[in-house]
């Protein structure tokens, strides 16, 4: 009967999965065709503005040449106008000096025949007529100024829609996740020799899969990718996958998205607990501060509220958080317990995290603890808690503390330290976060969750969550086994 309703569970669940991929793909699919139908519409809109340019511009042309033509015609008629002018008053010269010699031609004087010959000899050599040039000083051909588009009309017959770059392929293999960094890799289906740029679009989900289309994230661009390999550095890993794609783009046009590929970049992300933090310290979300003023004024009330409570949480530590779990029904802490703890507690695993002091902090400790510490309990002093301590008030000292024993670090205060804490393999390691230089390791077996623990005295703490295990912190471990660098003396068997 179990089987059966194991198996039932099994197949419920599947099917379950597998209509959610249906929806999504529907949807996808709807959008899909919204954008055909849009972007069909705009590229009808593109074409009629590219033909309306090229009219423009060949309306503009034919305007330009017909005027070039009519200035042309205007000229060559104005310089025949005025030879025609010219020859008019040669030739009315020329006619009168032709109706004088016929005249001349009945003197019967000889010495007056004489005299007229000589004159009208003297008018005739000064005449117009006889140095008047009998041709045109322009032609009647416009043959120079006629067009043939025969080139352009084959060339605009040939003219297709722009070459569009194929979409890229993105080489799965060879992408990489490490170090709050994603490398990703792709290639063209074939070389082609137009392609001017890349881009690449990215986004962060929580779900495994196609990308969805609703309640996600907008897609963020890396634009005029010049390689096919792109490292996006310095990520928050706040979800446990990201979405990615590439496109090829040539001078005029971007091609088709390659297929979205969906990679998973899981890491330790948590808040400060602020409900059960000491009332000293001003906590918001990854910031600590210490704040001498804080619990004052409300010690009374406090104590009140302790006689007249029962068991349950105060109102004021409800919440509906899905991490609730993890900090559960806790007191605040009180007295010297300078402490906040963050709010997702560590059940298995390889997590990393990192936290930076400001610089006047006066004293600060940063570790682990089991879930549901004391109220009065101080990082180091229990057997339940593991930290480095850091005093700085008059001299500084740096140690690891562990069950109420201290070891004395003779190696100096890196400004960020990063906390490695390797669940199942009973290992929490403390590295310099710029170096990733060892500072200790404790080695023990946890047997209850744990939750990273602060505490603070005059000063502040800033912790980096989101991000992975280092590179290099894995390597060390490996090659190293944990036994290199400061191994704790007070290691135990929780």
Known sequence: MDEERETLQRIVSTLVNKNDEIHNFIDMLNHTISNVQVNSSNAISELDEEFDGLYSVLHEMKGSMANTIQQEEARKIQALQDQLSQCSHALESSEELLEIAVQSLDIKNPAKLLEAARQIKDSVTVASAFR??????????????????????????????????????????????????????????????RIDHFVLEYRKTNFDGLPRLKGEQHWEVINYIKATQYTLSGLKFDTKYMNLRVQACNKAVAGEYSDPITLETKAFLFSLDSTSSHLNLKVEDTFVEWDPTGGKGQEKIKGKENKNRSNAAS????????????????????????????????????????????????????????????????????????????????????????????????????????????????????????????????????????????????????????????????????????????????????
């Open 132 to 193: 008047l040039s009998l041709k045109p000083k322009v032609s009647d051909s416009m043959a120079h100024l006629m067009v043939d588009f025969t080139l352009e009309k084959r060339m605009l017959q040939a003219v297709k829609f722009l070459p569009v770059p194929k979409a890229p392929e993105i080489d799965v293999a060879a992408c990489m996740v490490a170090d709050n960094c994603v490398t990703v890799s792709w290639r063209m289906p074939e070389e082609d020799p």
């Open 315 to 494: 109102p004021k530590r409800a919440t509906n958080s899905p991490r609730a779990s993890a900090r559960g029904s806790r007191d605040r802490f009180a007295g010297e317990s300078y402490t906040v703890l963050g709010d997702t507690a560590v059940e298995s695993g390889q997590h990393y995290w990192e936290v930076r002091a400001q610089k006047d902090c006066k004293s600060y400790s940063v570790g682990v603890t089991y879930r549901n510490p004391g109220k009065f309990d101080q990082l180091g002093k229990t057997n339940s808690s593991w930290c480095l301590h850091i005093n700085n008030w008059l001299q500084t000292t740096f140690s690891a503390k562990h069950n109420n024993k201290a070891k004395t670090l003779d190696i100096p205060v890196p400004d960020r330290i990063g906390v490695y804490c390797d669940f199942d393999g009973g290992q929490l390691s403390f590295y310099n976060a710029n170096s990733k230089a060892l500072l200790h390791t404790f080695r023990t077996k946890f047997t209850q969750p744990l939750l990273p623990g602060f505490m603070i005295w005059c000063g502040g703490l800033t912790v980096s969550t989101g991000l992975q295990v280092p590179s290099a912190v894995k390597t060390f471990q490996k090659s190293e086994n944990g036994l290199s660098g400061s191994t704790s003396s007070l290691n135990n068997v929780a």
